[in-house]
């Protein structure tokens, strides 16, 4: 039995600790905080900055939110026709979009659910890079897993499928970006207890800033062309196109009246589309193109 | 009962039409013509637009695709289980994006379906103005009502409310522009044949050229400043947002494996998103989101 109080503490800490660890990198744009409080119960902290020497915009946030269990949830809960029965849902969610195309853009998210006898813990990192290099998505692949095997050794490829099979935009026949890690509804099972699973996500969460901010240093000088500007912004229209047809969490937001300037902060600053673009033969682009794809085995 | 080929023959020529018509005002672009074939029968005729004086993106498609009914339309076809019968889905859909922010984005669809016992007309206008200038909108609005007039003194008023219904962004409590006029499914029905529907429809196709030209002729050299550009890209964000999350012909389109880029013509070249963008007090952003609502009696 974990109180309420325990994983809210820690989602707010990792909050603080990612916004400062960001901030420090950048060495220009700072996060801007708005509270906010949600009529039926909770509310959030979200934090927003932009214009940064490394981040053009990004956003990480916070939100805690409870009170009567929502229909949609009853049945799943087990809950009783005429059972009272509260919920609860916290967590903390970000992506950044970088100034530089040579620089990945990152999402994470991790959460809890409370709902009449449902207790779960979900959430993942993945990474979107406009061009893909390999030594980057084999140091993004193989941290995860390292972070992972201190658990259990078949986390990670259980669950780096799982990021391969959702972020999938199923119109274009290609991965959001390399994927990473996804897992969701992580129960008490078996020898497993909540506090396993609330551990797990606690070390996930924790290992954000070894994850992304090694990508920051390696790519932040490198230069680049209005060219590779350009497809940036193609790219970053993808990740529009994901997040506003297929990502759960946007529309279950969307659609239950969530606040829709904290959701929809994962939306980029700006984003291109262009008709039928088909990269050049053997260009970066291509390559890029080619490798958005399930399946790779970026770790080594 | 109104052959295929007529009704194909008119939606091509319809898009002709359009597509002269629009490069003449534009004065400097020229539509690209794509023509693909779908593997289960039927195919489209894609036509893009860009980088033009006045149109920086835009596309004037025509499709006719045939072939066994899909099963989501088994049952309001009235099939019985193992009834083979086929499908046949034609029409026009356009969307134009200008360049100026003060010419207003407009968007058309007029369409044609027949299923077993099924068989309907569908369509609409509705325009998407970036700064609400209001002698435009009832100019607008007056040329779609005294087209629907010529054909049923009831049509605007139950046209134009079905627009505001459906052109509605829910998760921002607006509008996606001024509306115009929306229906589907109009089927013979009393008095009326499946042959005065296909006159009606060919006169809302035939009114485009006269509801666009002159708002563009009227707001082509309005100059422009660097902040009207960007609120434009806001709007333009919006539009997008409407497209991937709500509109049913691109779900529906990207959900049955039509032609990617051919649906998604309808996004913008270029669209920002902002995290809580508030206009100015009194200024013509603030103007333009305090008349996106429904119910607004624009027709004088």
Redo the contacts between chains.
Sequence with gaps: MISKESIENYFQSLQDEICNGLEKADGKGNFQE?LWKREAGGGGRTR?I?NGDVIE?G?VNFSSVFGPCPDFLRKEAGLAENEEAEFHATGVSLVIHPVNPMIPIIHMNVRYLKAGNLEWFGGGIDLTPHYIFEEDATFFHNHLKSVCDTHNPAYYTEFKKWADDYFFI???NETRGIGGIFFDRLAAKDSISIEDRFNFVQTIGNSFLGAYLPLIEKNRNKTYTEANRQWQ?LRR?RY??FN??YDRGT?FG?LT?GR??S???S??????????NIPGKDSLEEKTLSLLRKGIDWAK
């Design positions: 708005d927003i932009s915009k956003g199923k119109h274009r912004l229209g529009v196109e506003l047809v529309k969307l009246n829709t300037e959701i929809l902060m939306l980029p600053p700006t984003a291109c589309w262009e008709y039928m």
